[in-house]
């Protein structure tokens, strides 16, 4: 016979197991594709207010390096920047933006994502990264 005790602790360990899953599951479902231009460029939309931009990122980071690019070099590989200001954005560290959605953090994202480029005065790539606003 079962005791309360017991039947407690087993309703316990399920909730748990549920409610971590729950929380954990924008970090693990995130799956990486190659990135594609033209698929970056429609930045369709996927799960939990994201892009297909946020399954692109990290081939397109670990495959080009972008320090000393032109501006229009830049542009020429995923196409032109999310339009408007960078700023008001929430991302005043950039010249130009490519937002990818909510961040990849987990089940509580509430902040946006984005690939940042900042140009020297002769239009060179000097920093880029991924931030959060």
């Known amino acids: 016979m079962k005791t309360p005790q017991t039947i407690f602790l087993v309703i316990v360990l399920v909730t748990t197991l549920a409610l971590g899953g729950w929380f954990f599951r924008g970090q693990i479902s995130n799956s990486q594709i190659a990135f594609d231009g033209t698929a970056w460029q429609r930045a369709d939309a996927i799960d939990r207010y994201r892009t297909v931009r946020s399954q692109m990122i990290d081939d397109l980071l670990r495959h080009f390096n972008f320090e000393g690019w032109r501006r ?10 999310t339009p408007g200001e960078p700023a008001n954005m929430g991302f005043g560290q950039w010249d130009i933006v490519y937002i990818m959605g909510l961040e990849r953090a987990g089940a509580y994202s509430l902040d946006q ?3 940042g480029f900042r ?4 239009d060179r790539v000097v920093s880029y990264g991924v931030s959060v606003n």
């Open 119 to 122: 140009f020297d005065g002769d």
């Open 72 to 81: 229009q070099q830049v542009v020429e590989l995923p196409g032109e920047p």
């Open 113 to 115: 994502e984005a690939l």
